[in-house]
């Protein structure tokens, strides 16, 4: 059940909390091609099962912007916002893909929110520190932290 955010105020009121943890999400070879088709990106140790066999990771791998990408839908997850007019992604300060996330592999996400400030324009701020885990991996796949704006 994700945590319930509601206004400007309870934003606020987030400052350092750990909002948990997602359901596992498996990396499918089939969402591996279709991100391959949407980005122009077919690079074999994405694509081909069998080239990828005898490289670096002993298979195929998802792409590192595949897995940032999936951190939209899994954050829906973690936090419900309510009370507010207008959310943004206002971008990453950072970025980082430790370890490979082999096709068929799952993944969930893990979420902590830094310090909300109020912004220009009856707004806040409010960064939070995203990891990607994969299940049976002690390093993480992606450790990113974004930062979100939204406004009453």
């Known amino acids: ?4 955010a509601n206004g400007l105020d309870g934003l606020k009121a987030l400052t350092g909390a750990d909002l948990g943890r997602t359901a596992w999400l498996e990396i499918t070879q089939d969402r591996v091609n279709t991100f391959a088709d949407a980005t122009d990106d077919h690079q074999w140790i994405h694509t081909d099962p069998e080239k990828a066999k005898d490289g670096p990771f002993g298979g195929p791998i998802a792409h590192g912007y595949l897995t940032l990408s999936l951190i939209i839908p899994l ?3 973690l936090l419900t916002i309510t009370g507010t007019e207008m959310s943004v992604n206002y971008g990453l300060d950072k970025v980082r893909f430790p370890s490979p996330v082999p096709a068929g592999a799952k993944i969930r996400l893990h979420g902590v929110v ?3 400030e109020e912004v220009k324009g009856n707004g806040v701020q409010m960064p939070l520190t995203f990891t990607v885990e994969v299940d049976g991996s002690d390093k993480p796949a992606c450790v990113a932290q974004a930062v979100y704006r939204h406004y009453a």
């Open 1 to 4: 059940m994700p945590a319930i």
């Open 75 to 77: 954050f829906g997850e």
């Open 114 to 116: 830094g310090t909300v």
